[in-house]
C-alpha cells in the first residue's frame, strides 16, 4: 500500500500542476514560444509535454524498479547493504555526520539503503544479461614491460651505463 502512495502522490502532484499551469496561460503573444506557417507552440503545450515525459519517466523507472525487486530479492544480500552503510558511515566520521550528509542532499537513512537495493537490483540485472568471457577480456588486454636501466648519472659513478649503452641494451 505504502509503494502505491509512493507512486499516486507524486503523480497527482504533478498533474494538478500541470493542470494549474494549462488553466492560467492564455493565447497572447507574450505565451507563444515558436510561430510559424504550421502553427505556434505554446509555453502550455511545452509544458504539458515535459510534464508528460516526467511522469512517464517516473512511472517507468518504478516499475522497473519493482519488477527488478521481484526477480532478484533473493539475489541482493541485506548484510552486504549494511556493510556498505558501515564503510560510509565510517568514512564520513560517524553515524550522525553521515545522516547530516545524506539529509543535506535530500535523502534519510532508509531511503539510501533503498536506492543501494535498487542499485544492486540493477546490476544483478546486468550480470544476468551482460556476459563477457576471458577471451573478450583478453582481446582487449595489452602487456606492457617497462625495462629499467640504471644510468650513470655522473661520469665518476661507478654503477650504471652511460647515455649511449644504455641505448644500445635498449
Do not use: W
Not at 34 to 61: H, Y
Not at 77 to 106: C, P
Request: net charge positive; with cysteine; proline share 1%.
Amino acid at each position: 500500500m505504502k509503494m502505491i502512495n509512493k507512486l499516486i502522490v507524486p503523480v497527482t502532484a504533478s498533474a494538478l500542476l500541470l493542470g494549474a499551469c494549462g488553466a492560467s496561460a492564455t493565447d497572447s503573444k507574450e505565451n507563444t514560444l515558436i510561430s510559424s506557417k504550421a502553427g505556434d507552440v505554446t509555453v502550455a503545450d511545452t509544458m504539458k509535454k515535459i510534464g508528460k515525459d516526467q511522469i512517464a519517466n517516473a512511472s517507468f523507472t518504478e516499475m522497473l524498479n519493482k519488477i527488478l525487486a521481484d526477480k532478484y530479492k533473493n539475489k541482493v544480500n541485506d548484510k552486504k547493504i549494511d556493510e556498505q552503510i558501515e564503510k560510509m558511515q565510517k568514512q564520513y566520521g560517524g553515524k550522525d555526520k553521515f545522516e547530516k550528509a545524506l539529509q543535506q542532499q535530500g535523502l534519510t537513512a532508509d531511503k539510501y539503503k533503498e536506492n543501494l537495493r535498487t542499485a544492486a537490483y540493477h546490476k544483478e540485472l546486468l550480470s544476468d544479461k551482460i556476459k563477457i568471457s576471458d577471451s573478450e577480456i583478453k582481446e582487449d588486454s595489452k602487456k606492457a614491460s617497462h625495462i629499467l636501466i640504471k644510468v650513470k648519472s655522473k661520469k665518476s659513478d661507478k654503477e650504471g651505463l652511460d647515455d649511449k649503452e644504455a641505448k644500445q641494451k635498449s
